[in-house]
């Protein structure tokens, strides 16, 4: 059964501090999604990492794919409140029908 | 951009009636998808399709059909409404291969009474 696992499920972390999200997946997939969703919205798309040691920057956020560990990382640098959000990974077997994880649930406090 | 368009932002419905809740993406996308979202659960697949009249069940397809006649609309129907059908529902689409990912419309939340 495909499987995506995010880890931790809920973060609380102070402005200015740094934290990594990890994606667990279970298939031999060679890309990998991030998505970001703010409360009561949909979700946007935020990575796309298409190969193993993809590695995507954008302001305070990185993604990162390791395919033969099948993780993939979100590093978050110097947290700030509009950072505060539902983050999902999300596999892709075949390239056409996703799979998502549970999300992590981020709240930066001051 | 690509735009997916979901008809209804907020819906309240009966128990017993039949809901359509139409999805409609500009960008000739081949693949759409409809995804309800509940606290807990993350995001569940309840119908996708790759192209017109077309249609696949996805992870929780039970209480739930689908209708593609047109490239660009995708709709979900409800037969009869429950409670436990009350939920956030988020329509996608895609290119074929999806090496850009999905794109979201802005999802509609159902609550049945």
């Known amino acids: 059964e495909l499987k995506v696992e995010q880890n931790p499920l809920f973060l609380s972390m102070q402005e200015g501090k740094n934290y990594t999200i990890y994606c667990n997946y279970s298939?031999?997939?060679?890309?990998l999604y991030w998505y970001r969703q703010d409360p009561g919205k949909s979700l946007e798309s935020l990575f796309v990492l298409l190969s193993n040691g993809a590695v995507k920057q954008e302001g305070r956020l990185m993604a990162s794919l390791d395919t033969k560990a099948r993780l993939s990382t979100l590093h978050i640098t110097a947290a700030v409140h509009d950072l505060s959000a539902t983050y999902f990974c999300?596999?892709?077997?075949?390239?056409?029908?996703?799979?998502f994880g549970t999300g992590t649930s981020l709240t930066v406090i001051p | 951009d690509v735009k997916v368009t979901q008809s209804s932002r907020y819906l309240v419905k009966r128990t017993g009636e039949k809901v359509f809740l139409e999805c409609v993406q500009d960008m000739d996308h081949e693949n759409m998808f409809w995804y309800r979202q509940d606290p807990g659960l993350g995001l569940r697949l309840i119908y996708f399709s790759y192209d017109v009249k077309m249609k696949e069940k996805g992870d929780i397809p039970e209480g739930y059909s689908v209708s593609r006649e047109k490239k660009e609309r995708f709709s979900l129907i409800l037969e009869s409404a429950s409670t436990n059908q009350t939920s956030m529902y988020l329509c996608?689409?895609?290119?074929?291969?999806?090496?850009?990912?999905?794109?979201f419309g802005s999802g509609t939340r159902l609550t049945v009474v």
């Open positions: 999300a596999d892709s077997n075949t390239g056409n029908q996703f799979y």
């Open positions: 298939t031999t997939s060679d890309r």
């Open positions: 996608a689409s895609s290119l074929y291969g999806a090496s850009y990912g999905y794109t």
